[in-house]
């Protein structure tokens, strides 16, 4: 059996797949808040409650909000700030007396439409996580690409590709450069923009149903929302040519994106066609933590 912990912000996921890869446990609890040996404590307790109520020892992996740093060991780029700098993969193997595997959230989302999800059957995929951050991965062969850097797929910190004139120099964004791919694409930086147009706050959904209603202004923004989501991926496509690109988080589940981005990213790849599949994600919320599980997916 194999273990995934997802661990977010808010929560603390754990699932168990079984030898047919289903899921046969499944529990939820709130992160402990800003407290990083209490965030272990939790991890720890759901593990051993799991083996004990399933009667095995299972592989265990988690998705962290960060990446482990190859300079140090140590928890970078986590927006759970209490985990930066920390040595998990360290200290919840020797809380858990056993080797454990650690990857970035949007890498185990990845593996999991990989392995068992919306794009089993491709041998390159690039998976991206659109809600309040636009992380990505990639997987060849339903493994993951590991980089030196530990940033493979961060596509949403290079700047928004062929920009207009009025998208200079772009809002802010908190890594300290402006005009990320992340200020425009997350559901916030959606809500931003359509806020800019029309001096009205709206979170991403409610501008999404507008557009469906006929809502001139919402239309006009999803319709730049689309164009600017067809320039990012068309970068990506430019330098990986993936088989297939899975969307998940909240903007995966406008549906008209399926359709519209790949009819406008073809201006922009370089190719005289574009074969590749834009497909959203099959496991939805799942994904994270069955990709956690699929990090030992190299023993099956």
Not at 4 to 29: F, M, N, P, Y
Not at 228 to 248: K, Q, T
């Amino acid at each position: 059996m194999r273990i995934g912990i997802d661990l977010g912000g808010t929560k603390i996921e754990i699932a168990v797949l079984d030898v047919d890869s289903q899921i046969c446990l499944r529990r939820r609890i709130d992160t402990p808040e800003h407290d990083y040996n209490q965030t272990l404590t939790a991890i720890s307790a759901l593990v051993q409650q799991a083996e004990r109520e399933l009667d095995c020892q299972a592989s265990v992996g988690v998705a962290t909000p960060g990446a482990i740093s190859p300079a140090t060991g140590r928890i970078k780029n986590a927006n759970s700030t209490c985990l930066n700098g920390e040595a998990l993969h360290h200290d919840l193997a020797h809380l858990l007396q056993r080797e454990i595997r650690i990857a970035n959230d949007a890498d185990c989302f990845t593996l999991s439409e990989s392995v068992d999800g919306a794009a089993t059957e491709a041998a390159s995929v690039f998976g991206v996580i659109i809600g309040t951050g636009t992380g990505g991965g990639i997987t060849i062969n339903q493994q993951l690409i590991k980089g030196p850097n530990a940033i493979t797929g961060e596509w949403g910190h290079n700047p928004l590709p062929w920009p207009a004139s009025d998208e200079l120099p772009g809002p802010d964004c908190y890594c300290g450069k402006q005009g990320c791919i992340e200020t425009w694409l997350s559901g916030p930086g959606f809500s931003d923009h359509h806020q800019r147009l029309n001096n009205v706050r709206l979170d991403a959904k409610e501008i999404a149903q507008l557009a469906d209603k006929g809502d001139k202004a919402a239309q006009v923004s999803l319709s730049s929302y689309v164009d600017r989501l067809a320039r990012g991926l068309a970068s990506v496509i430019n330098v990986l040519d993936p088989e297939v690109i899975v969307l998940g988080g909240g903007m995966s589940n406008i549906a008209s994106l399926y359709e519209q981005v790949p009819q406008r990213w073809g201006q922009y790849v370089f190719s005289d066609r574009v074969d590749t599949r834009l497909v959203k994600a099959q496991h939805g919320d799942s994904s994270g933590v069955r990709g956690a599980a699929w990090l030992w997916h190299d023993l099956s």
